[in-house]
């Protein structure tokens, strides 16, 4: 009998009713689908209220109640603190969720200040909010320093020290953040501990125990919208691994808990892409975009035109990401990796300035791939190897197998005349994902056929 993995075992256990099956044997059972013993359902502002102080996510439907009820609040009791830091998380959410960064988020700034000048000690909720802020704008030592606060401010509050995770990350240190995660699994458990474990897990390589901490966080949701964002991230991992009908499917099923699920419309149309089937990635991608033009989500439509061929739309999309990074600007998000990853290829010698500062400025694995390609395409190639291996290497917390990374480091070796670890790693890229990218995709495989196979040992001397 076929071994059923760890992923799939945590799906198919537990006590939950009302179950679906997603194919390929994996079947998820949704909470408060059964006949009899259900608990009283929350009124849609509470619920999100609850959620939002989790750091859970939430319907854009409950948050927009949400936001009237604490704005409501607010003007009626201007010095309720908490119910500013409620506002200020539930704005912050609603910009997650939408395009609306440049007006959302410098909201939920200025009610998380609001709260923090109306109770100015020991209020660890605004603190962890401006932390939360801080992650989302990618702005990861401000988040490393408000988490502190936080932390300072409330040692045992379980929910900084998420921040905290995101924040090292960042940040590039890895060990700092497998520190936080055990402080937090230490305080707290449930299905947003699961999720932040299955981050820290998926960084270290532990692939199997990451897909198994969001298939537990998925079973234990509280909301369709909450269950639904960690189907999204299951089908991340998915992708990762190169499994175009596993992303699929996840993909699919967190569009129809949470219809405003834009990321999980953007996922299927990377899954839908590898798949061959265009037409409906194409469109999964224009409905992502519709309603969250997330510069990520243009580059990734962008660089699929081209893979078509279709090089005028590309150009369509290349124009939103940079005007979209511009609006995001205005909200406080960083964008300069999105922006350097796109400039790379096309303009290598801005790409390195740009990543130059932000590799200062914030050191994580991400900002060292982008920064040695961009210097690979500029013809710094040596350079460019140290950066690569920062991003791949275990030691500087580089375990995740990623393709296009390790991928990146195969075509830098190859052009430095490394055949042999450019061979292995190209091999490597291709074994962890065929279809990273529609456009590199392609370059990879040619390149390993290129390269051929390793050459046989020579023979001893008789």
């Not at 059923?4 to 909470?31: D, E, I, K, Q, T």
């Not at 606060?149 to 090292?168: C, E, F, G, M």
């Not at 590199?440 to 290129?450: D, F, I, N, S, T």
Request: charged share 25%.
């Amino acid at each position: 009998m076929e071994k059923v993995s760890r992923f799939r075992r945590r799906l198919l256990v537990g006590s939950l009713v009302g179950c679906l099956a997603l194919g390929g044997g994996v079947l998820l059972c949704l909470p408060g689908e059964g006949p009899a013993g259900q608990a009283p359902v929350a009124a849609p502002g509470a619920q999100a209220g609850s959620a939002v102080r989790a750091g859970a996510p939430a319907a854009l439907a409950d948050l927009a109640e949400l936001v009237d009820e604490r704005e409501s609040r607010v003007r009626a009791h201007p010095r309720d603190a908490r119910s500013w830091a409620v506002l200020g998380a539930a704005y912050l959410e609603q910009g997650r969720r939408t395009a609306d960064v440049a007006a959302l988020y410098p909201k939920a700034e200025r009610a998380l200040r609001t709260s923090l000048k109306a109770r100015p000690e020991n209020n660890a909720e605004a603190l962890d909010g401006l932390a939360a802020l801080a992650n989302a704008r990618r702005d990861f030592p401000a988040a490393l320093a408000w988490g502190e606060a936080a932390r300072k401010a409330a040692p045992r509050r379980w929910t900084t020290y998420a921040q905290l995770i995101d924040a090292y990350t960042g940040l590039g240190d890895y060990k700092k953040a497998r520190k936080a995660l055990d402080r937090l699994t230490a305080l707290h458990s449930g299905p947003v501990v699961r999720a932040r474990a299955a981050g820290v897990y998926w960084d270290q390589g532990r692939r199997e125990d990451a897909q198994a901490a969001l298939a537990d966080a998925a079973a234990a949701a509280a909301s369709p919208a909450e269950q639904a964002a960690w189907l999204e991230q299951g089908g991340q991992l998915a992708w990762e691994r190169g499994e175009r009908e596993n992303a699929l499917r996840h993909f699919q099923e967190a569009v129809r808990l949470d219809p405003d699920m834009r990321a999980a419309q953007a996922g299927q149309g990377r899954a839908l892409a590898a798949l061959g089937r265009t037409t409906e990635a194409l469109n999964a991608y224009r409905m992502a975009l519709a309603k969250q033009p997330s510069p990520q989500y243009a580059l990734e439509l962008g660089e699929l035109y081209e893979s078509l061929g279709l090089a005028q739309a590309a150009r369509v999309q290349y124009d939103l990401l940079r005007a979209r990074v511009r609006v995001e600007a205005a909200g406080g998000v960083d964008g300069d990796l999105v922006l350097g990853r796109f400039e790379a290829d096309r303009d290598p010698a801005l790409a390195v300035r740009r990543l130059r500062a932000e590799w200062r400025r914030q050191p994580g694995i991400a900002v060292a791939d982008a920064l040695g390609w961009a210097l690979h395409r500029a013809g710094h190639d040596r350079e460019a190897l140290r950066f690569a291996m920062k991003a791949t290497d275990r030691v500087h917390g580089g375990a995740m197998r990623s393709a296009p990374y390790v991928y990146h480091l195969a075509m830098i070796e190859r052009t430095l005349g490394a055949e042999g670890p450019a061979r292995r790693h190209l091999r490597e890229a291709l074994q962890i994902n065929p279809y990273f990218s529609p456009l590199l995709g392609p370059v990879a495989r040619a390149a390993a056929e290129q390269l051929g196979d390793e050459p046989a040992p020579a023979e001893p001397p008789a």
